[in-house]
């Protein structure tokens, strides 16, 4: 397959036209999807090229037209709904939790419901308290909902195409700072399996376990973990449930510490997951005790000069791994470093190509 760059949101648009394409039962509705901007450019053209009865925009009535898409995914097509806002999706939870998961379960796996539902989360610009929520600890817990959340354009593309082919209902997450971001992506059709995390950086003193936009700051902490003499291994989970505990735990036992970075509240959510699973199989393997960076337990704030001190940034990332490692002096250097950026300027946007949302 040859290989080229392409945009995050190239990617997805690339993945949800090429199975268009060859699935006619696959059809695309959401607000705005045939707006001139696309949904971040995701669905760009594809109202020109399949026509009205298969690009639909729909009404702010986000409960019924998750049940229509359900329904006609038990009828034999495949829907892809997508929300420009992860937020809005909480109006349509009864629809997915008491339809659309248990379906399945319901008749004996007769019938099912392979229905993809996007989800765009994330911060900056201001967003604030209603428009900066993640999900996917929460869609996670109920049993029969598929939750992936990919890092890079590469998976993107290729776990797009595997929740459009499955046969259960999934929520696909990106986060709105990786739209802009590009990577090698094939240009022929190809899958990344869900349920399967992928180890990005071999490591051999701690275990860092990350999700979506989390992973990038575990790169960049990484390069500076590597200046201090330390070696960091990365795994991107890419797939929230089902987890991948084989690749975690292997990990652990291998490193014997682990840092989880989520991108979601600290509390009843992912990173507790993980460290349960670490106490519970791998606890005699354990350097020391487990640690995870995630937000805290209150909503956003919408000024830039409370955000700073809400998101976890690089320098929090090297600090706590600093900790793992016994290296509290040098850990404090890393805080103070933090306090210092976090005071100077906004960090609310990505990068200065990034302009915001809309």
């Excluded at 598929?146 to 209902?169: F, R, T």
């Excluded at 989970?237 to 840092?259: E, H, Q, Y």
């Excluded at 487990?290 to 409370?306: F, G, H, I, N, V």
Aim: proline fraction near 7%; aromatic fraction near 8%.
């Amino acid at each position: 397959m040859s290989k080229r760059e392409l945009s995050y949101a190239a990617a997805i648009k690339e993945a949800t036209e090429q199975m268009m394409e060859i699935c006619p039962e696959v059809y695309l509705m959401g607000l705005g999807v045939p707006d001139p901007k696309g949904i971040f450019g995701t669905t760009l053209g594809l109202k020109e090229k399949f026509g009205p009865k298969r690009v639909l925009d729909m009404p702010v009535s986000e409960n019924a037209l998750t049940g229509i898409a359900i329904g006609s995914a038990l009828l034999g097509l495949r829907p892809i709904m997508t929300h420009q806002r992860a937020d809005f999706f909480f109006l349509a939870l009864d629809q997915m939790v008491n339809n659309a998961a248990k379906w399945s379960f319901m008749f004996g796996k007769q019938l099912q419901v392979p229905l993809v539902v996007r989800l765009i989360l994330g911060r900056g610009w201001g967003q604030g308290p209603q428009h900066s929520q993640s999900l996917h600890s929460i869609l996670a817990h109920f049993p029969g909902l598929k939750v992936v959340m990919p890092s890079n354009a590469y998976d993107a593309k290729g776990l797009l195409v595997s929740s459009i082919e499955d046969s259960d209902p999934v929520i696909f997450i990106e986060h709105r700072w990786l739209h802009n971001i590009k990577g090698e992506v094939p240009q022929g059709l190809y899958r990344e399996p869900i349920g399967k995390a992928k180890i990005l950086k071999e490591g051999r003193d701690l275990t860092i376990v990350g999700c979506s936009q989390m992973v990038l700051e575990a790169f960049k902490a990484e390069k500076i973990l590597k200046e201090l003499g330390l070696s960091a291994e990365i795994i991107d989970l890419r797939t929230i449930a089902p987890l991948d505990k084989k690749t975690i735990l292997a990990s652990i036992k291998k490193t014997g510490r682990l840092l989880v970075l989520d991108p979601d509240w600290l509390s009843y959510g992912l990173s507790a997951e993980i460290i349960s699973l670490a106490a519970e199989e791998a606890f005699r393997f354990l350097k020391a005790p487990p640690k995870r960076m995630a937000y805290p337990d209150e909503p956003s704030p919408t000024s830039w000069a409370l955000a700073n001190y809400y998101y976890p940034i690089v320098e929090d990332i090297v600090s706590g791994s600093l900790c793992l490692m016994g290296k509290e002096k040098e850990a404090r250097v890393f805080e103070e470093k933090s306090l210092q950026k976090k005071a100077l300027a906004p960090l609310d946007v990505p990068d200065a190509s990034f302009t915001g949302p809309f």
